[in-house]
Structure formats: C-alpha cells, structure tokens
C-alpha cells in the first residue's frame, strides 16, 4: 500500500482579507466601507465557489460579506434617521411661533 499524503489546505482567496476588514470597518468604525464589503464579498464568494476547491478563504469571505450586509443596514438607517431630523428642524424652523 502507498504511503497516504497529508492533506493540503487551498491558499485563502487573495481578496479575502480585504473582504474581512472593510466587513469590520463597515460595522464598527465607518459605515461607507460596509457597502464595499458586501459587494465584494459577493463576488469573492462566487470566485471561491467557481474554483471547486483549489481557492480557500471562504468562511472568512463569507463572515465580511455578513458584516457588509449588517453595516449597510446600519448605515440606511442612520441615513433615514438622519433625514427626518433635518425635515423636523426644517417643519420646526419655520412653523410660525408668534402668539399675537
């Protein structure tokens, strides 16, 4: 019987760090990476999943592409927030107060 060979990890995806930070910072620090993330992070996963095997990375890629997902959201939602407050400063600022 041969000796069996050990088995050989697939090298990470060359963008599957970059996947990963921008995920981090799209969640924690700054919420205009997040959009990138999730972007990339789409087409990082289906660049591993063409590759049947011989690219790895893909948990880490897909862990980015979930905190791009999550920071987009939170961005949205602090833009609506956002939003209405200036359109009630706006309404506000210019309801008439005098009480003649």
């Given at each position: 019987m041969p000796p069996q060979g050990g088995y050989f990890r697939p090298p990470d995806?060359?963008?599957?760090?970059?996947?990963?930070v921008l995920g981090v910072l799209g969640v924690a620090f700054c919420g205009l990476c997040a959009p990138f993330a999730w972007l990339k992070g789409k087409s990082t996963?289906?660049?591993?999943d063409a590759s049947n095997?011989?690219?790895?990375?893909?948990?880490?890629v897909?862990?980015?592409?979930?905190?791009g997902i999550i920071g987009t959201v939170m961005l949205?939602?602090?833009l609506?927030?956002?939003?209405l407050a200036a359109v009630l400063i706006l309404i506000g600022a210019s309801a008439d107060t005098s009480t003649y």
């Open positions: 995806h060359p963008q599957a760090t970059l996947v990963m996963l289906a660049e591993i095997g011989t690219v790895g990375g893909r948990s880490q897909y862990a980015g592409y979930i905190m949205a939602f602090a609506l927030i956002g939003i």
